[in-house]
């Protein structure tokens, strides 16, 4: 079958830095997204991972090792506008997401 | 980047009436659209798949006489909800994706739906 897992909360302090784990079991793979969602609005793209490895865009990275099913999400220098879900999303065979059900992430001052 | 605009952005109807909601690919020819659903605090679920010039291919449990799709242009994809129900009341997002780009799909702001 196929399963994203990602948690569903995390608290984390202004300024800090935090990590999302996201693992995915997907017939077939062409990538791993993960997108941000404020509450009542659409999902906005983060990061796009297809090879193994780190990518950095400013203060997000995003992480994945194909071999292990895994990926994170690194938010650096949290701010207060960064309080929202983040999903994480597997590109199947048939180029379709698979969602994750989302992390709430709190971030606290 | 690729612009999907969604229309209306809010709806709200009476049960038994029909609600159709627009999503156009604005700057790029969308070859394939996808209509999800999400209730609150809840991921979101893939109703459907349609491809320009063809009928949608929907998801289990999608009702298709229910959820009416229609892709007859590159750039315009239509949902209509037939016969509403407080239950069909959601938070509905199209995203579109062009042939060149097959991994990327660019979402709309999403349509909210609250049936009476």
């Known amino acids: 079958g196929q399963n994203i897992d990602q948690p569903t909360e995390m608290t984390a302090t202004e300024g800090a830095i935090v990590q999302i784990n996201c693992t995915y079991q997907?017939?077939?793979?062409?990538?791993l997204f993960w997108y941000q969602q404020h509450a009542g609005e659409a999902p906005t793209f983060l990061s796009y991972?297809?090879l193994d490895g780190l990518e950095e865009k400013g203060r997000f990275s995003s992480f994945l090792s194909r071999s292990k099913g895994y990926s994170y999400l690194l938010l650096k220098e949290l701010q207060m506008k960064d309080s929202a879900s983040y999903l994480c999303?597997?590109?199947?065979?048939?180029?379709?997401?698979?969602w994750g059900a989302g992390t709430k992430l709190i971030i606290k001052p | 980047g690729a612009v999907v605009s969604q229309h209306p952005s809010r709806v709200i109807c009476k049960s038994g009436t029909s609600v159709k909601i627009e999503c156009r690919s604005l700057?790029?020819?969308?070859?394939?659209m996808f209509w999800y659903r999400q209730f609150p605090k809840k991921s979101l679920m893939l109703m459907a798949t349609?491809?320009?010039?063809?009928?949608?291919?929907?998801e289990q449990g999608v009702e298709k006489d229910k959820f009416l799709i229609n892709h007859a242009s590159l750039t315009l994809s239509t949902l209509t909800v037939t016969s509403a129900h407080p239950e069909d009341s959601s938070f509905y997002i199209c995203?579109?994706?062009?042939?060149?780009?097959?991994?990327?799909?660019?979402f709309g702001p999403g349509t909210r739906l609250l049936v009476l």
């Open positions: 995203s579109a994706r062009s042939g060149r780009e097959v991994e990327t799909q660019y």
């Open positions: 700057d790029f020819q969308a070859t394939t």
């Open positions: 349609s491809n320009e010039g063809s009928k949608a291919t929907y």
């Open positions: 997907t017939s077939g793979f062409n990538g």
């Open positions: 991972n297809v």
């Open positions: 999303a597997s590109l199947d065979s048939n180029y379709q997401l698979i």
